[in-house]
């Protein structure tokens, strides 16, 4: 994984885990649940298991009109 997405990847894991805390002390275990299995294996995969973490990180091609161009709905037939 790039240094780029590593800093996103840390950067997202350390707004869900302050705001996991947050949500605990409001006592919202719900809001607080949902959260911590969303990035659950990007919090128990950081620092440990790299090819873990790559398997479940997204991203967008840097590129993607190469990929061939969407055909315009308003235009007319």
Known sequence: MDAAMERRVSVATGW???RIAVLDREERYEDSYAITEEFREW???MGENQSMLEANVLAVPRNPSKRGSMPNPLSSD
């Open 43 to 45: 919090i128990t995969c």
């Open 16 to 18: 869900a885990s302050t």
